[in-house]
């Protein structure tokens, strides 16, 4: 017989506070094969991308479906041709969306989307930036050409990063500061702009009111990269007006409208959508630089250069729990990150 384990998913899309929204469910214990390692979870953080696949859809399975991206783990079993990891190592990764996830007491992951955890920090606070970090990390320095390196010109250029003490603001707000750009982020709550102004932002504006006339009163005409990490159709306008001759401009979200991208043809202006699934749903050929990426976090975590954008605590991995989490994220007025250790 075939060992069992503990996990939580859903076999339809419902609103949470309907009580089968999540469910606790016993599975068979899965094995790998090929490149990937079998790691027993022990953190979890929860992305509104959780909240977005649960709601959303009319299917309805009779196999749970188990979500989670963000984890850290132990390896405890590896396919034959790993050759990243041994059975043993602590490691940290952000999974597929195209398969079974973390909200679960096993989970199988492909090694070259994993690195190994970061050494200094405890499970939660590593659990915590995985996901967040490959999408603005992929944002800032693949999506819009930043050089990490390059701090002579990046000193001299400006980036605006709308929703700055959300999950991904607060590392893409630290990985921006370090490679020396003036940092803007937008918040809107005494709380928020704090929290961003301690995490790399060296100014802050407010989205809920004009962000023309906020940054335009902080003395900048335009900013040379806007990263936007909230609502593409609310901030559109703005951005068209804000953006730089020659700027760029990423967005992680989704629009529901047309975009019109003509507005943009006369500044000659570069847009690019970020999707920190990208590579592993399409297995590009680059899939491995997300192994790569998750080893520079480590490292700059473990320096101190980066720090952990863990804001909240639960103990237990459970429906009981990540309801709790879902509820919160819904909201929309989350700090940082929400972690679920064992
Ligand atoms: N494409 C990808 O690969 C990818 C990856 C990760 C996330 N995402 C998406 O990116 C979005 C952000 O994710 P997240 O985890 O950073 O979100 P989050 O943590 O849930 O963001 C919460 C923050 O949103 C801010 N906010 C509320 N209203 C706003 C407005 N009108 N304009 C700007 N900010 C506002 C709040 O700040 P105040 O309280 O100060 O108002 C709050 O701190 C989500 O839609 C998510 O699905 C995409």
Redesign the pocket.
């Known amino acids: 017989m075939s060992e069992k384990m503990n996990a939580v998913g859903f076999y339809q899309h419902l609103t949470i506070d309907d009580p089968k929204s999540l469910v606790d469910v016993t599975l068979a214990r899965p094995t790998p094969s090929g490149h990937d390692i079998l790691v027993q979870v022990s953190a979890i953080s929860v992305?509104?991308?959780d909240i977005?696949t649960r709601k959303n859809g009319e299917d309805v399975t009779k196999k749970p479906r188990i979500l989670g991206f963000d984890a850290v783990g132990t390896v405890v079993k590896i396919g034959p041709d790993v050759s990243l990891f041994n059975i043993g190592d602590r490691v940290y990764y952000a999974g597929s969306f195209n398969r079974p996830g973390s909200y679960s007491d096993f989970e199988l992951v492909d090694e070259r989307i994993v690195a190994l955890a970061p050494d200094k920090l405890d499970d939660a606070h590593a659990a915590a930036m995985p996901?967040?970090s490959l999408?603005a990390w992929e944002a800032l320095f693949e999506q819009l050409g930043i050089d990490p390196k390059d701090h002579d010109l990046n000193h001299e250029k400006t980036i605006l990063v709308?929703?700055g003490?959300?999950?991904?603001?607060s590392i893409a707000t630290q990985l921006a500061h370090y490679a020396g750009l003036h940092v803007i982020a937008?918040?809107?709550?005494p709380e928020?702009k704090e929290w961003a102004l301690q995490h790399g932002a060296n100014e802050v504006v407010d989205?809920?009111r004009d962000l023309i006339n906020e940054v335009h009163n902080l003395g900048y005409q335009n900013v040379d990269y806007i990263l936007e990490?909230?609502?593409l159709d609310?901030?559109w306008d703005e951005m068209v007006e804000l953006i730089a001759p020659n700027g760029k401009i990423s967005s992680?979200?989704s629009n529901q409208k047309p975009l019109n991208l003509t507005a943009l043809k006369r500044k000659r202006v570069t847009f690019a959508w970020?999707?920190?699934?990208t590579k592993a749903f399409y297995q590009t050929d680059d899939l491995s630089s997300q192994h790569e990426i998750l080893q520079r976090i480590a490292a700059l975590l473990d320096s101190g250069i980066l720090r952990s954008t863990l804001n909240q605590k639960i103990s237990g991995i459970n429906a009981t729990n990540l309801k709790k989490a879902h509820t919160m994220?819904e909201e929309?007025?989350?700090?940082g990150k929400i972690v679920l250790t064992k």
Do not use: C, D, K, Y
């Open positions: 992305n509104p991308v977005a996901l967040t999408t709308i929703n003490a959300g999950g991904v603001g937008s918040a809107s709550r928020t989205h809920h990490l909230n609502n609310n901030h992680i979200t970020e999707w920190m699934f994220i929309g007025h989350t700090i």
